[in-house]
């Protein structure tokens, strides 16, 4: 009875493989080195929504159905995000990190896997209060277009905004919150002020390379998806996208201590996982 | 026969009453315990995970919060870190998610059962403690599908009785003890042979 059951764990783990290869053929999207637990979590979850018979019948849904591919984007993206998440990495941004960057003429800002917006959002309002953001230019991308999308129009369901301005306070925000939103009841909008300077584009940190120089890249909870070989090859994508004395801001559970590339770095604010670029000796 | 143990690794999942429940649990270890322990606490998504000073303040085990990628080792129990899902990967290393919530938790006891029951098979020990909802129930269930052993607080032992009354409805369990009992079955455990 066992065998059976290792058996058919084991199909599942090859059919699930080739949906993943079959997507990736097809569409150019490169899930091989996530997180394999949860690849099969996430693919599992829609294979018993879908009321397929098995994997191998996703493949060919997938290969036909582009709806359906959306679908199984949209579910290995994981869009969750907050505006000012963890509030002690933006209070640490704004105290420590923005007075390094106030000393240069123009600032560039890159924001890798940044889902719908909210974590834009929140750094362009702390760079107008801080009186920084008329000489900023963000770059904000991430692999999925329909996101990518959301993320353009800053519009977000009022029941969110309590806990984003629980997080903007918490953060050390000088205003009220409502100062930069204004609300029909149901969502509230963002002000399009905040976005003037801000670039959405799909990038895919998987397959494209570095496109600009920037003096701080911010990729939170973006890599603890990715196995170590795949997290290697993408800071080594920030590595060449910073110069000496460029800032690299991890999510609070992410890590640079095990990365090939650690060597290049110095822990600046260690606890919120901020890194500075060294200078080329 | 070679002296290899016939379980590699032990998940616990508790809610409500669980810092309690998880105290007595360690004190009943024996200070030689070598399985990994790997838990799950529901925890408020802003706490400094306190639960690990505590712990370790018994003395009885290194207990640490666990790390993405960290492989875990004999004789030190993992607790999942607040405000993330705690996975098991086929290599048994860690992963963490932001994913949404699961039976409105995260960390979520499901989440980590179901994908250590896959890692494990049946060299895996799951045990539910006291608590107010039915998390974990789904992932004790998957544990005992793939031939581990599931162990689930006694309910009229447990500070909260809901989650282990969950727990023995969603699966036919190997035992239900008060947790001083658990530690000691823990311990005999520990010396089975394949
Ligand atoms: C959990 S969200 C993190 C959002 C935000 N940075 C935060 O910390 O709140 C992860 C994001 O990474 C994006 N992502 C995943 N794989 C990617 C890739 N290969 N290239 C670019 N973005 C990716 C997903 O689409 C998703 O929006």
Redesign the pocket.
């Known amino acids: 009875m066992k065998r059976n059951q290792d058996e058919q764990l084991e199909n599942q783990d090859i059919e699930i493989r080739l949906l993943i290869e079959a997507i990736f053929q097809k569409y150019g999207y490169?899930f091989r080195n996530y997180s394999q637990a949860h690849i099969k979590r996430r693919i599992l979850n829609r294979f018993v929504l879908s009321g397929l018979k098995n994997i191998s019948e996703m493949i060919h849904e997938a290969l036909c159905n582009h709806k359906f591919v959306d679908q199984i984007l949209m579910d290995l993206?994981?869009?969750?995000?907050?505006m000012f998440?963890d509030p002690g990495f933006y209070k640490a941004l704004r105290e420590e990190i923005l007075p390094i960057l106030q000393t240069y003429p123009f600032i560039k800002i890159w924001?890798?896997?940044?889902?719908?917006g909210?974590?834009v959002y929140s750094m362009a309002i702390m760079l107008k209060e801080e009186g920084l953001y008329g000489k900023t230019q963000i770059y904000a991308?991430?692999?999925?277009p329909l996101?990518i999308k959301q993320a353009k129009e800053g519009i977000y369901p009022m029941n969110r905004i309590k806990d984003f301005t629980l997080n903007y306070q918490k953060s050390g925000g000088k205003r009220a919150f409502s100062d930069y939103y204004t609300s029909n009841g149901e969502s509230a909008r963002l002000l399009e002020s905040l976005k003037k300077n801000i670039v959405f584009a799909t990038?895919?940190?998987?397959?494209d390379s570095v496109f600009a120089e920037v003096n701080l890249v911010?990729?939170?909870?973006?890599l603890i998806?990715f196995d170590r070989g795949l997290q290697d090859k993408v800071i080594g994508l920030f590595v060449d996208s910073l110069p000496g004395g460029g800032v690299l801001c991890l999510?609070s559970k992410e890590n640079l201590q095990f990365s090939a590339h650690y060597a290049q770095f110095n822990p600046l604010i260690a606890n919120e996982k901020i890194y500075i670029k060294k200078y080329p000796n | 026969m070679t002296g290899k143990r016939r379980y590699e690794a032990v998940v616990i999942g508790s809610s409500a009453g669980g810092l309690n429940a998880l105290k007595t649990l360690f004190m009943g270890l024996d200070s030689g315990f070598r399985l990994p322990l790997i838990i799950v606490q529901h925890i408020s998504p802003d706490s400094d995970n306190y639960l690990i000073h505590i712990l370790n303040d018994l003395r009885k085990l290194r207990v640490k919060e666990a790390d993405e990628k960290e492989i875990p080792m004999p004789g030190v129990a993992y607790i999942a870190p607040p405000n993330y899902h705690l996975l098991v990967e086929p290599d048994h290393s860690f992963t963490l998610t932001?994913d949404e919530r699961v039976n409105y938790a995260r960390p979520s006891i499901d989440v980590l059962f179901e994908t250590a029951a896959e890692a494990y098979r049946h060299k895996l020990v799951g045990i539910i403690l006291t608590g107010a909802n039915s998390d974990g129930s789904k992932g004790l269930k998957r544990i005992k599908e793939l031939g581990g052993l599931v162990i689930v607080q006694d309910p009229d032992t447990a500070e909260v009785d809901s989650m282990p009354r969950a727990a023995i409805l969603a699966t036919a369990v190997d035992h239900l003890l008060p947790l001083d009992e658990i530690a000691t079955l823990l311990n005999k455990l520990e010396d089975e042979k394949k």
């Open positions: 490169d993206s994981i869009t969750v995000t907050e998440r924001h890798a896997g940044c889902s719908s909210e974590e991308t991430d692999f999925n996101i990038h895919n940190l998987v397959t911010v990729c939170r909870n973006v998806y999510g | 932001v």
